[in-house]
């Protein structure tokens, strides 16, 4: 079945439609009204979705469902690690802010964490301590729509004006401008190579820029002979073992291997939109796990896998996938969608629902627009609330007690 967004056009005639504008507001704005088509079906899409009967499921004070959790047992309970939105949260980790910031928290079941509006606990402590006053556009996040980390545990999150840097081992915060005047223009796609070099995607310039683990500008990659290598380069990855880097170029509908100097190894993908096997109808991202390649093939509501070389090895389907804009794969392989209602849904590389959790309901989470996802090395789930200017993160823990991968 044909999902339509405006007006009977599709996600490409709805792209031609706002070229003009900013790739930043372009991406936020796509993000909301992919939301706002998943909320006008939403109880025919919540009615196919697969229920189980060990759902566990809590309600607020109206009976609305505000999260959804389905545990697996290989796996344990999932617990709410705290979420951040400003250089605010480096300062006095506590509580919450504690467990994220991997100073003196504890990590909270996620039931615990139903309930709990903004301000967070994090942020109370730190007014109390710190004081309040106003953020700048480049100490607090806004719209924030891309994530990745390092082998440090920092984490970068691109926003409408800045690429952020949070430190929260050494409670540091930097970020890289972005917009009129800036190197940067609009920052599309982040990956860390096995360096702790940072590599952005830059659809207005189509480029990469590259910078060095303190935040210095080094190169940039898309230019070779005068001949440019993106039309409108998006999600990106980098083989930490050999330096190599994907990108996905959904205008062009392939997806292109890179050296790591920038050489062309290979284009994955024949060129045009297609169904087939190794086809792509607007590929907008790319994840590394192991020794494969996974990529969002969009407007075909796919997920494809290649081997490292760019063979292609399977399609997925997951159950019941609508037009989804935040995508990533954990160690195991199981791939992670952004659903209705704003909620995370986590699927079997055969396709079937294993667990969604998220939030719904009145206040704050009202506000939300899940725009990213991103799952570090240890597991740790992060997902980016646009709505809301904040990250927030998750991850799961020991079925029987509340100890986790890492603290």
């Known amino acids: 079945m044909a999902i339509e967004f405006i007006e009977g056009k599709s996600f490409a005639d709805y792209s031609a439609n706002i070229m003009l504008?900013?790739?930043?507001?372009?991406?936020?704005?796509?993000?909301?009204?992919?939301?706002?088509?998943?909320?006008?079906?939403v109880v025919l899409l919540l009615a196919v979705l697969p229920m189980s009967p060990t759902l566990a499921q809590s309600g607020s004070a109206a009976g609305t469902p505000e999260a959804l959790a389905l545990p697996v047992s290989d796996l344990g309970s999932i617990y709410y690690m705290g979420s951040f939105s400003s250089e605010q949260d480096l300062l006095a980790p506590s509580g919450i802010c504690g467990a994220f910031g991997l100073v003196g928290g504890r990590p909270i079941p996620l039931p615990e964490a139903i309930g709990k509006s903004s301000p967070s606990l994090c942020e109370i402590v730190v007014d109390r301590v710190a004081g309040s006053r106003e953020f700048g556009p480049d100490e607090s996040l806004s719209g924030p729509y891309k994530i990745t980390s390092d082998s440090k545990d920092r984490v970068m999150v691109a926003d409408r004006n800045s690429v952020h840097i949070f430190d929260f081992t050494r409670r540091r915060h930097s970020s890289i401008a972005c917009g009129p005047g800036e190197r940067l223009q609009s920052p599309a796609g982040l990956a860390v190579d096995g360096h702790d070099q940072l590599y952005i995607t830059d659809a207005q310039l189509r480029a990469i820029l590259v910078y060095d683990p303190n935040g210095k500008f080094r190169r940039y990659i898309g230019n070779r002979k005068g001949e440019r290598l993106f039309e409108r380069p998006a999600g990106i990855a980098v083989d930490q073992a050999s330096?190599?880097?994907?990108?996905?170029?959904?205008?062009?509908n392939i997806v292109v291997k890179l050296d790591a100097d920038g050489s062309i190894l290979a284009k994955i993908g024949t060129g045009v939109s297609g169904k087939g096997a190794g086809e792509f109808a607007a590929p907008t991202d790319v994840v590394l796990r192991g020794q494969e390649l996974f990529v969002l093939d969009a407007e075909n509501f796919r997920i494809q896998v290649f081997d490292l070389a760019g063979h292609f090895r399977a399609s997925i389907r997951p159950e019941?996938?609508?037009?989804?804009?935040?995508?990533?794969?954990?160690?195991?392989?199981?791939?992670?969608?952004?659903?209705p209602l704003d909620t995370v849904l986590v699927f079997e590389r055969d396709g079937r629902l294993l667990y969604r959790f998220g939030y719904t309901g009145t206040g704050s989470r009202s506000r939300s627009v899940l725009s990213a996802?991103?799952?570090?090395?240890?597991?740790?789930?992060?997902?980016?609330?646009?709505?809301?200017n904040r990250v927030q993160s998750f991850q799961w823990g020991v079925k029987h007690?509340?100890?986790?991968?890492?603290p």
Do not use: C
């Open 21 to 41: 504008r900013s790739a930043v507001e372009k991406q936020l704005e796509t993000v909301v009204v992919l939301r706002l088509v998943r909320h006008i079906p």
């Open 373 to 388: 996802i991103w799952i570090d090395s240890s597991d740790r789930i992060y997902v980016a609330d646009a709505g809301n």
């Open 320 to 339: 019941s996938m609508g037009p989804s804009v935040a995508f990533s794969v954990d160690s195991r392989g199981r791939i992670y969608l952004d659903g």
């Open 401 to 406: 007690g509340p100890e986790l991968p890492r």
């Open 243 to 252: 330096g190599n880097i994907y990108v996905a170029d959904p205008p062009r």
